[in-house]
Structure formats: C-alpha cells, structure tokens
C-alpha cells in the first residue's frame, strides 16, 4: 500500500488532491448541464476568454482569481446579451467573443518580458495551488453547487421544455444567464487546477461519460462527480510516479473512463438490440 499512501506524506499533494477534486466535482455537476442544453464549446470560450482578464490582473499586481472572474463573467453576460430573442445565434456570439478575447489575451501576453511568466494559466499547475487557493476554490465550488440545488426545478425545466417553463412563469432568459454565471465562476476555479486549456474538458467529459450510462439528470451528476473524483486522484497519481504534467494527465484519465462507458454503451445497445 506504500505506492498509494507515499505521495500522501506531503502537504502539497493532499491539497492538490483536495483541490482537483473539488474542481472535478462542481464542473461535472454543472457539466452536466452543458451536456443536456448542447453547450458544450461554451466552456472552452469561457476558460480562453478568462485568459485576457489573468494577464491585466498579473500585470497590475492584481488578484489573478478577480480578473479572471471579471473577464469570465463578461464574458457570459456577452453572450447571453447577443442571442436573447435569438437576434444572433449562439454559437456564432460565443465564436466572436471567445476569438476576440483570447487575441486580446495573447496581445497583452506580447508586451510582457517572457512568455513563461504566463504558461502556468494555459497550462495550470494543481501541485502548486496553495490552502488559501484551496479554501477559495472550495467556496466558489460550495456557491455554485448551492445554486444548483436550489434552482434545480428552474434549471431542468428550461433546459428541458423552455416553452412549458415561460408558460408557468419561468423565466428562460433568466435561468440561462444564471447558468452562463455559474460556469464562468466554475471555470475560472478550474483554470489553476488544470489551466485555460484543460478546464473545459473537466466540464464536458465526465458529465458526457454519464449521459451513456444514464438518461435521468440526478444520476447523471452523481456518476459525473465520480468520475471526476476519480480522474482527479488517478491523474495525480501518475503525475506524481511518472512526472508528467498533472492537468493533462488528470483530463486523460477522465478520457479513457470516457472510452470506457462508451464501450459499455454500445454493448448494452447491442444487447437490447
């Protein structure tokens, strides 16, 4: 058992642990979201449109998380703002802004003296988040979760029958803005686990590998969140034995339990087939 409890003896691997799987966790609630209202590029535009809002902040001398969640946020209300009544559509306004604000990031990442100054928020490094980073993503992760427990009804409903939720007095302009801050807030958390570039696979990923084991959304979330949970600790683990970057190695894992419910899937088709 020495190979599992070995890398528990240091402190920057317990939080590391407890951090991407905080992070895992509440992107693969929400992802599950994303998954049923066809969301999916939304995760990646949001986690490149953060990118402009790290570099003011790293700059200044600012906090990183703020200009990251100000440039997020913006973000979503963006794109939220182009497609209501449906004047553009949204893949085309999460194109513009998600092509915009990442030239925008990497402009201002020209006039710095080094790129590897920055590397660390494309590519992110959960070995080196800190406890204060730790209880800071762990809040964000406890709001948003909160949020989605007590609006659940609202948020089923209008992903499900938008039409039906207007007609009993739901907005879904409303809930969706609200789900397009929550996964702005999600993915900004996620950008120091795993960086600009991996976050948006933790969104998609363990939430689509349980979309082909289950139909009903509760379940769904709770087999995402293992998954997630579970790429988290597996990916860690073979970045600490084989020293490979651990935000890539955390989404890898994810990837193949992906593979792996695909196959159970197809199989279970066949044998109802």
Same mark, same amino acid.
């Given at each position: 058992m020495g190979w599992l409890t070995d890398p528990l003896a240091y402190?920057? =691997?317990?939080?590391?642990?407890?951090?991407? @799987?905080?992070?895992?966790? /509440? &992107?693969? @609630?929400l992802g599950a979201y994303v998954v049923l209202r066809r969301m999916a590029f939304i995760g990646d535009a949001l986690a490149h449109t953060a990118l402009p809002g790290l570099v003011v902040a790293y700059l200044n001398g600012w906090s990183l998380f703020g200009g990251a969640? @100000? !440039?997020? @946020?913006?973000?979503?209300?963006?794109?939220g703002w182009l497609t209501r009544?449906? !004047? #553009?559509?949204?893949?085309?306004?999460? *194109?513009?802004?998600?092509?915009? =604000?990442? !030239?925008?990031?990497i402009l201002l990442i020209s006039r710095t003296r080094s790129f590897r100054d920055l590397t660390?928020?494309?590519?992110?490094?959960?070995? /080196?988040v800190t406890g204060q980073d730790l209880r800071? &993503?762990?809040?964000?992760?406890?709001?948003? #979760?909160?949020?989605?427990?007590?609006?659940?009804?609202?948020?089923? #409903?209008?992903?499900?029958?938008? *039409?039906?939720?207007? !007609?009993?007095g739901v907005s879904p302009d409303l809930v969706r803005y609200g789900l397009l801050v929550l996964l702005a807030l999600t993915v900004v958390v996620g950008i120091k686990a795993v960086g600009v570039v991996l976050v948006s696979a933790l969104l998609i990923t363990p939430a689509a590998a349980a979309g082909l084991l289950t139909a009903r959304l509760a379940l769904m979330m709770l087999v995402a969140a293992g998954i997630a949970a579970g790429a988290a600790v597996g990916g860690l683990y073979l970045s600490y034995y084989y020293e490979v970057a651990s935000g890539a190695a955390i989404v890898l894992v994810a990837t193949g339990w992906f593979l792996l419910a695909w196959v159970a899937h197809q199989v279970r088709r066949r044998g109802t087939g």
């Open positions: 402190d920057f =691997m317990r939080t590391a642990l407890l951090t991407a @799987v905080v992070v895992g966790v /509440s &992107t693969a @609630v969640v @100000v !440039a997020g @946020v913006a973000t979503a209300l963006g794109i009544r449906e !004047a #553009l559509r949204e893949d085309t306004a999460i *194109g513009i802004l998600f092509t915009g =604000m990442f !030239a925008l990031g660390h928020m494309l590519f992110g490094n959960v070995l /080196s800071l &993503t762990a809040a964000v992760a406890a709001l948003v #979760l909160l949020c989605l427990l007590l609006f659940a009804k609202e948020l089923e #409903l209008a992903s499900v029958d938008p *039409g039906h939720a207007a !007609a009993i």
